[in-house]
């Protein structure tokens, strides 16, 4: 059985920085890209960044560039998103997924980002 667990959300105050891991199991980690996505208050899904198998690549959305990284362990079967100069806006529900496309969803970790 597929499972991805997603940890290390919590309250941070802006400019602050927070490290999200996302544990995998029940498949083959290394065989597939992966993602992290969030959703905000009131507001779609959206994507954060992804990661092709073997760090090949990496994708990020406009708003984040040059205050996250993406990244993976293979050996340990878990995904991470490094979140520095974090901002009010990147208040959200933030969930790991497997896939470039994303077509299965972790339960999704609470980051909040308030003075």
């Known amino acids: 059985q597929m499972q991805l667990v997603e940890s290390g959300g919590g309250l941070v105050q802006p400019g602050g920085s927070l490290t999200l891991s996302c544990s995998a199991s029940g498949f083959t980690f290394s065989n597939n890209a992966m993602s992290w996505y969030r959703q905000p208050p009131g507001k779609d899904r959206q994507l954060v960044a992804r990661i092709a198998v073997g760090s090949s690549s990496t994708n990020y959305a406009d708003s984040v560039k040059g205050r996250f990284t993406i990244s993976r362990d293979d050996a340990k079967k878990t995904l991470f998103l490094q979140m520095n100069t974090l901002k009010p806006e990147d208040t959200a529900v933030y969930y790991c997924?497997?896939?470039?496309?994303?077509?299965?969803w972790g339960q999704g970790t609470q980051v909040t980002v308030s003075s």
């Open positions: 997924a497997i896939g470039w496309s994303a077509w299965y």
